[in-house]
C-alpha cells in the first residue's frame, strides 16, 4: 500500500512539474518568437495547458472533493479569459497591419 | 527552508519591478510593470498569511487600478510609448537618488528596532465573539474600527465628487476606440462573465462573516464586471447623473451613518450595535457598501455620472 | 531570516526607490506609478510588522492595509482625472507646462497693459 501511496504521489508531483515546464516553455516562447501572432499562439496554448497540468496536480495532491470542484472552475475561467484576450490581441494586431514576421 | 528561498525570491522580485517600473524609459512597460508588481504583491499578502487583503489586492490593485492606469496611459500618450511632449527629467537625478539610498538606510536602521505590536491583535482575538461575525478582519473592520471604515466610505465617494468636478460639463465621454465590440466572443465572454461576476460577489459578502472575503472584495469583483460590460458597450456612460446613480452612490454611506446612529435612538453610542443585532447589522451595511463601492468604482473608471444601457 | 526581516528590507527598499520616482520624473503619470509603489511598500512593511507568530495572525493591520487599498485606488483615479484634465486643457503632461503656460500668460497681460 505504502508503494502505491508513493506511486500515486509521485504521479501527483508529475503534474505539477509538468505544469511548470509548460509555463516556461510558453514564457520562453514569448521571448524568442519573431512576431505577435506566433508569440500569442505558443503563450496562450502553453499557458491554459500549463494551467490545467496544475490545477489537475494539485487536486491530486489536496483531495478530490469540493475544492477539486474549485480548481476545475479556475481553469475554465482562465482558459476562457486567456483564448478571449488572444483573439482580441491578435485581431488588434492584424487591424492595425502588422503581418507575420514583423516585430511587434 | 525552501520556504525562505521563496519568501527571498519573491522579495527580490518586488523590488526588482518596484526599480523597473519607476526607471523604465518606456511608460507602457513601466505601467504593465507596476500591474506585474500588483500581482506579485498578492502572492506576498498570502505568504503573509492575509487572505483577505489577497482578495483585495487582486481585485482592485492588480485589477482596477490596471485598467484605470492603461486607460489614462492612452488618453495622455496616444499609444505612444516614447511620448516625451518636452517633458524634461529633473537634473538633480544623482543627488536625488543619493538622498533616497540615505533614507533607505535610515529606513532599515530604525525598523529594525521597532517591536512588533501585538497587543491589539491578542484583544482582538479574545473579543471576537463578542462583534456578531468570526472572521476577525470584518469584525476589526465593520465593528471595532467601524469609524475608520466610515470615514474610507466616505474618502471613496469624495474621490467620485473630484472625478466628477474635473471631467466638467464637457467630458469627451464615449470618443473612445473601444474594442471591437462586433466580436461573437466578446459577447460570449460577457454572457458568461458577469453573471459569474455576480454570483462571486455574493459569495464574498456572504462568507465575509466567518471567511475571508467582505464588503470591499465583494464590490471590486462587482465593480469589474462592470468595467468589462463598459468597455464592451453593454452600458453607456451619461454626462449627467440620475436619481438611480445617486442613489446607488450615496446608499453605502446613508445606510452605514444611519446603523451608527441607530444607537443614539435609544441611549447608546455611535456604532455601539445593541447584541443580538450585530450580525445583521453588519451584513446590511455591507450589503449596501457593495453595492456603493462597484457603483463608484465603475462610475470613476468610466467618467461619466450615470449609466444606461448601451446601444448592443 | 525571517519573513519580517525579507519584506521589510523590500519594503524600505520600495518606499525608497517610489520616492526617487516621485521626485526626480516629471511625467505625471510616472509620479502617480511611483507613489502608488510607495503606497504598496508601506501596507507591506504594515503587515509584514504584524505578523510575528505564525499561528495567530494579527487583523489590526490588515483591516488597515484594506482601508489603505481601497483610498489608494481612489486616490489614483482622481489623480488620473486630473491629470487628463490638465492635458485637454493645456495639452502637456508635466507641471512644468502649466507653470510655462502661467508665464505666458503673465507676459502677454504685462505687454497689454504696457501698450494702454
Known sequence: MAVLDAFYHSLGWLWLVLGAGFFLAGTVALIRFPDVYSRLHALTKADNLGLGLICLGMAWELGWGRQSLKFLLIWLLALLAGSVSCHLVARFALRSGLGPDDPP | ?312 | MSQLTLYGLAAAALFALGLYGLLAYAHLLRKILAVNVMGNAVFLFLVALGRTDPQQTNPVPHAMVLTGIVITVSATAFALALARRLHREVGAVDLDAQSRRGEALDSTQTEESGKS
Open chain 2, 1 to 312: 527552508m525552501t520556504a525562505t528561498l521563496f519568501d527571498a525570491l519573491l522579495a527580490l522580485l518586488l523590488v526588482w519591478l518596484g526599480w523597473r517600473t519607476v526607471v523604465s524609459t518606456n511608460l507602457f512597460n513601466a505601467v504593465v510593470l507596476f500591474v506585474i508588481f500588483g500581482l506579485l504583491m498578492v502572492l506576498c499578502w498570502a505568504r503573509l498569511g492575509a487572505p483577505d487583503v489577497a482578495l483585495a489586492e487582486a481585485a482592485i490593485g492588480a485589477g482596477l487600478t490596471a485598467a484605470l492606469l492603461l486607460e489614462a496611459y492612452r488618453d495622455l500618450t496616444g499609444n505612444d510609448p516614447h511620448h516625451v511632449h518636452d517633458v524634461e527629467d529633473s537634473p538633480l537625478r544623482w543627488p536625488l537618488a543619493a538622498l533616497c539610498g540615505l533614507l533607505f538606510l535610515g529606513l532599515v536602521a530604525t525598523g529594525w528596532q521597532l517591536a512588533p505590536p501585538t497587543e491589539l491583535g491578542e484583544t482582538v482575538h479574545a473579543r471576537v465573539a463578542e462583534s456578531g461575525v468570526e472572521n476577525p478582519v470584518t469584525a476589526v473592520l465593520l465593528n471595532f474600527r467601524g469609524y475608520d471604515t466610515l470615514l474610507e466610505v466616505a474618502v471613496l465617494m469624495l474621490a467620485l465628487l473630484g472625478v466628477w468636478a474635473t471631467n466638467g460639463p464637457h467630458a469627451t465621454l464615449g470618443s473612445r476606440q473601444t474594442l471591437d465590440p462586433d466580436s461573437a466572443l466578446i459577447d460570449a465572454m460577457v454572457r458568461l462573465l458577469v453573471p459569474m461576476a455576480a454570483l462571486v460577489c455574493s459569495y464574498l459578502l456572504w462568507a465575509g462573516a466567518h471567511a475571508p472575503g467582505g464588503a470591499f472584495q465583494a464590490g471590486a469583483v462587482l465593480a469589474g464586471a462592470g468595467v468589462l460590460l463598459h468597455l464592451a458597450e453593454r452600458l453607456q456612460p451619461l454626462g449627467t447623473a440620475s436619481t438611480s446613480s445617486r442613489a446607488l452612490v450615496t446608499v453605502g454611506l446613508f445606510v452605514f451613518v444611519a446603523v451608527a446612529c441607530y444607537p443614539l435612538v435609544y441611549g447608546g453610542r455611535l456604532l455601539a450595535y445593541p447584541d443580538g443585532q450585530t450580525k445583521a447589522l453588519i451584513f446590511l451595511v455591507e450589503a449596501a457598501l457593495t453595492v456603493s463601492i462597484a457603483h463608484s468604482l465603475t462610475l470613476m473608471f468610466s467618467g461619466g455620472r450615470a449609466f444606461q444601457r448601451g446601444r448592443r
